[in-house]
């Protein structure tokens, strides 16, 4: 089964879809609240970017981040704990709890 799978991966998007996975997961997103990511790699770099939005939008945090793609799921890591940083954490907990 591998061997007939084969010619569909593809690296680029593997890379950027673990990234945001990855991101997105440490923010345990779901479809409560806005959050978003984007990731592209461009050679042997990933380039990260993500948001966490309150609800009515009046409060929307972004960052990115930027490393080799052998790091992606480390990419979307950090890039989650600097948006918590920044005060994702807040937006988020406000979502969850139905503030």
Do not use: W
């Amino acid at each position: 089964v591998q061997a007939l799978l084969a010619p569909l991966e593809h690296s680029v998007t593997r890379n950027c879809v673990l990234a945001e996975r990855a991101m997105n997961r440490r923010l345990q997103g779901g479809c409560q609240v806005p959050i978003g990511a984007f990731a592209t790699q461009h050679g042997e770099q990933i380039t990260l970017r993500g948001l966490v939005g309150s609800l009515d939008g009046s409060e929307i945090i972004r960052d990115q981040v930027q490393g080799p793609a052998s790091s992606a799921e480390a990419l979307g890591l950090q890039l989650a704990e600097r948006l918590l940083a920044a005060g994702a954490g807040k937006i988020l907990t406000a979502v969850y709890q139905g503030s």
